[in-house]
């Protein structure tokens, strides 16, 4: 139904920012929720951000309030995470997915990107 591809990953120092991008494939973006989770080796995946389908809804997980912005251009079929001030406990890889309905909690996301890695270094 939808084909997700992250990118905008890389290597970079602790108080400093990036953006990941997902671009999504065919012409049904808007009818997704879309959320960002991460997940870093020996450990579950967690829950980032979610946005509604229009954007007007987001949510976060405590530990990126205040730091992290979830965005999307429905007409770009793109959704964005700009990560500020990072720190070394945000080294992970970091997935996009989509979901009928806004969600926290991965089973409820059907279609998943294939990762694009993030390393903070101190």
């Known amino acids: 139904q939808v084909q997700l591809v992250e990118s905008g990953g890389g290597l970079v120092q602790a108080g400093g920012s990036l953006r990941l991008s997902c671009a999504a494939s065919g012409r049904t973006f808007s009818s997704y929720a879309m959320g960002w989770f991460r997940q870093a080796p020996a450990k579950e995946r967690d829950f980032v951000a979610s946005i509604s389908r229009g954007g007007g809804i987001t949510y976060y997980a405590d530990s990126v309030k205040g730091r992290f912005t979830i965005s999307r251009d429905n007409a770009k079929n793109t959704v964005y995470l700009q990560m500020n001030s990072l720190k070394p406990e945000d080294t992970a890889v970091y997935y996009c997915?989509?979901?009928?309905?806004?969600?926290?909690?991965?089973?409820?996301?059907?279609?998943w990107g294939q990762g694009t890695q993030v390393t903070v270094s101190s």
């Open positions: 997915a989509a979901s009928s309905i806004a969600s926290t909690t991965w089973e409820a996301y059907p279609y």
